[in-house]
């Protein structure tokens, strides 16, 4: 009888652990939070990259990709995230990384940002000489 009792009591109690929900007491949100705000469609979000000058550039920047594997031919690296896009060509001693992003809501992008590297130890290389060697290649 005694062993019954004390049965019905560790259920009870076990049971009145369970029906608790385990739920945290709401907390005050720290000073300074803000919730996020819901996401916005990204086709309507654009923001507009910074645009190279175009000095010593030779055509490249504002140039749309189509227009760009025209000139240096098949890129070796063509690499897509978003909105982005990243083209990489390569000439006998540059590599030349081209970035292209819409300038405007549903805009093409277009390059705007122009990067060129030795390929042996990846130094900065001359962005004008480096698309010179790379469009000689074609």
């Known amino acids: 009888m005694r062993r019954a009792a004390?049965?019905?009591a560790l259920l009870a109690a076990f049971?009145?652990?369970?029906?608790?929900?385990?739920a945290k007491p709401a907390q005050a949100p720290r000073p300074g939070f803000r919730p996020a705000a819901p996401a916005t469609p990204r086709s309507s979000i654009v923001v507009v990259p910074e645009v190279m000058a175009p000095a010593?550039?030779?055509?490249?920047?504002?140039s749309p990709a189509?227009?760009?594997?025209g000139r240096f031919g098949s890129p070796r690296i063509d690499l897509a995230e978003g909105d982005a896009r990243k083209l990489q060509f390569a000439g006998s001693t540059c590599v030349l990384d081209i970035y292209l992003y819409p300038?405007?809501?549903a805009a093409e992008p277009t390059a705007t940002h122009v990067e060129?590297?030795?390929?042996?130890?990846?130094a900065p290389a001359d962005p004008g000489a480096c698309i010179g060697e790379v469009e000689g290649r074609q």
């Open 6 to 8: 004390l049965t019905a």
């Open 15 to 22: 049971l009145a652990g369970c029906a608790g929900g385990g």
């Open 56 to 62: 010593g550039l030779s055509g490249v920047i504002g």
């Open 66 to 69: 189509a227009a760009l594997t």
């Open 103 to 105: 300038v405007a809501a």
């Open 116 to 122: 060129a590297r030795l390929r042996l130890g990846g």
